[in-house]
């Protein structure tokens, strides 16, 4: 029986197959957009492991892509606006670019006051090549520059040394005290 549209913008009885065409020729295999819960947090391990062992991913990407998820839903959990049931929305993709190599994409709602320090942050750590990247790591790691959610941005360091690749991010407006930040990592199939 055909359903009659539906007056939302996007009618997803119609538009499923254009949905699952979007994301087949955009090669994501993975995609979660909802709320970060341990048990969520769990349930995406294992699918990631699953999607990653259908594509006969090798185990050193693997492990580059498991880690980068791990860092990124703690990051979300973490850092990530909250709420009135006090989680956080979040997204988060696994795909295929079109040279056959995996990267990872998050976001997850911020203020405008975060969204600031995290642009200072990114655009510091892009600024960072391997060498100072590993340094910048250590001194943070040393000298405590923990900010009052535990983090000093070593969850970024890891993801880019862990990936070798420069974070892209973006800021997608909201309303006037939120947006959606999204970041985009490359991994690199290098040997680290």
Not at 42 to 71: P, R, S
């Amino acid at each position: 029986m055909e359903v009659a549209a539906a007056s939302y913008p996007f009618n997803l009885v119609e538009n499923a197959w254009s949905l699952k065409k979007m994301m087949l020729q955009n090669k994501l295999i993975m995609v979660y957009s909802d709320h970060i819960t341990p048990k969520s947090f769990e349930y995406l391990m294992h699918l990631a492991e699953d999607k990653l062992a259908y594509f006969n991913t090798d185990l050193k990407n693997k492990k580059k892509i498991l880690h980068i998820l791990v860092e990124s839903l703690q990051n979300i959990a973490t850092h990530g606006y909250k709420d009135s049931s006090n989680t956080v929305a979040s997204l988060f993709v696994i795909g295929l670019d079109d040279e056959k190599k995996f990267f990872v994409l998050a976001g997850n709602t911020v203020t405008h006051e975060s969204k600031e320090y995290l642009r200072e942050k990114l655009d510091h750590l892009n600024s960072l090549n391997a060498d100072e990247l590993r340094m910048f790591y250590k001194h943070s790691i040393q000298t405590n520059s923990f900010t009052d959610k535990g983090g000093a941005g070593l969850g970024f360091i890891d993801i880019m040394r862990k990936s070798q690749s420069k974070l892209h991010y973006h800021f997608s407006p909201i309303n006037e005290e939120h947006s959606f930040f999204t970041f985009k990592v490359d991994i690199n199939p290098k040997s680290e």
